[in-house]
T-cell receptor, first 115, second 111 residues
C-alpha cells in the first residue's frame, strides 16, 4: 500500500509570495492533518480535514488555509509569506474521522524556505 | 503548562542498554497516545500507540500508560545505534484527531 505523498518536496519562495502544498493520503484514509515543524517550535498542528470539511484548527493566522477534495487529497496554502514561515510542512493521514483511536501516518514533508 | 511535555534530552545510552523516554500531558480526558520516531531530516514514523492503562509491548519497544498520573513512557530494550533518533510523544488531546506533540527527546545509542 502506498504511503502518504507530498509535493513538492522542496520549495524556495520570497517574502510576500504565496505557496500551495499538496498531500495525497494513504488509500482509504479520509482524514488529513497538516503540521508545521520548526527547530524552535517543534511540531505544531495547523488543521485537519475530513470529508472535505475542516474539522479542527490550530492556532495559526488566517494566511494559512487548506482544503480537501472528494478523493481525500488535500492542499494547504500560505499567502503573503513571511521569513518565519520557513519550515518543514508535514501532512498526516488517518483512517477514520471520528473518535480518538486514529493512528496518523506522516508523509515525507515539504521543506519551504522563504527568502 | 504545555499540553504535552517531554524531557528534551539529549539522552545517551550504551548499545544493549534500556532507553527510557517519558512524557506527561495536561488534558486528563485524553484517550489515545502515540510514540513517533524521527530520524534527522526525515518525517515522523509511528512506532507505538497505546489507549489503556498498563503496558503494551511490540518487539523491543514497550509503551506504558498511567492515566491517573497523566504519564506515558516508552522503553527501548537492547538499544541499537539505529535507534538513535528523536522520539516524539503525541496525544490526541481532545479525542478528536487534534494531535498535540511534545518537543521530542533526542536519543543517542553509543556502540
Amino acid at each position: 500500500k502506498a504511503g502518504v505523498t507530498q509535493t513538492p518536496r522542496y520549495l524556495i519562495k520570497t517574502r510576500g509570495q504565496q505557496v500551495t502544498l499538496s498531500c495525497s493520503p494513504i488509500s482509504g484514509h479520509r482524514s488529513v492533518s497538516w503540521y508545521q515543524q520548526t527547530p524552535g517550535q517543534g511540531l505544531q498542528f495547523l488543521f485537519e480535514y475530513f470529508s472535505e470539511t475542516q474539522r479542527n484548527k490550530g492556532n495559526f493566522p488566517g494566511r494559512f488555509s487548506g482544503r480537501q477534495f472528494s478523493n481525500s487529497r488535500s492542499e494547504m496554502n500560505v499567502s503573503t509569506l513571511e521569513l518565519g514561515d520557513s519550515a518543514l510542512y508535514l501532512c498526516a493521514s488517518s483512517l477514520a474521522g471520528t473518535g480518538s483511536y486514529n493512528e496518523q501516518f506522516f508523509g515525507p514533508g515539504t521543506r519551504l524556505t522563504v527568502l | 503548562q504545555k499540553e504535552v511535555e517531554q524531557n528534551s534530552g539529549p539522552l545517551s545510552v550504551p548499545e544493549g542498554a534500556i532507553a527510557s523516554l517519558n512524557c506527561t500531558y495536561s488534558d486528563r480526558g485524553s484517550q489515545s497516545f502515540f510514540w513517533y520516531r524521527q530520524y534527522s531530516g526525515k518525517s515522523p514514523e509511528l512506532i507505538m500507540s497505546i489507549y489503556s492503562n498498563g503496558d503494551k509491548e511490540d518487539g523491543r519497544f514497550t509503551a506504558q500508560l498511567n492515566k491517573a498520573s497523566q504519564y506515558v513512557s516508552l522503553l527501548i530494550r537492547d538499544s541499537q545505534p539505529s535507534d538513535s533518533a528523536t522520539y516524539l510523544c503525541a496525544v490526541n488531546i481532545y479525542n478528536n484527531n487534534d494531535m498535540r506533540f511534545g518537543a521530542g527527546t533526542r536519543l543517542t545509542v553509543k556502540p
